[in-house]
């Protein structure tokens, strides 16, 4: 099994971080944060985590759908953006494909509550994270 090192936030005890995590061919790394009672995160927790790496990319195409109550074609054109910079359409595949997962943050050691930090396009001064309760999106907010 491959172990991912996880480093202590020295402000926040309970907060572990991993960097430049790889989860799909083709996608840059991503930053992995989660919470524990303080201690190092769990072979378990590993393992956990391990498996929602390898379903990521679904995972991505599920918060796709919120991430698309949150665009709009004209007004990303009145802002000048470049249209190859944007989803080609407005489906789910399309803005999986345009957003970019930046951070998984789990909310604990089961890997069943977390949240997807993604950028788009057409906001750069703004991560749209997609919270999952129970591995289900659930809700998409706008964050500085």
Request: net charge negative.
């Amino acid at each position: 099994m491959v172990q991912l090192k996880f480093s202590q936030d020295p402000e926040e005890p309970e907060l572990w971080a991993a960097e430049k995590v790889m989860y799909s061919v083709g996608r840059p790394p991503i930053h992995v944060m989660v919470q524990t009672d303080g201690e190092m995160p769990s072979r378990e927790f590993q393992k956990a985590l391990l498996g929602l790496l390898d379903t990521l990319d679904d995972k991505v195409l599920d918060a796709a759908e919120l991430l698309l109550e949150h665009y709009s074609p004209e007004e990303c054109e009145k802002m000048g953006i470049d249209r190859a910079r944007l989803p080609r359409d407005g489906t789910p595949q399309a803005m999986a494909q345009a957003a970019v997962l930046r951070a998984l943050w789990l909310f604990d050691e089961s890997c069943e509550d977390f949240e997807l930090w993604f950028n788009v396009p057409w906001d750069h001064q703004h991560t749209y994270d997609v919270e999952f309760e129970a591995g289900e999106a659930v809700s998409c907010t706008v964050n500085d």
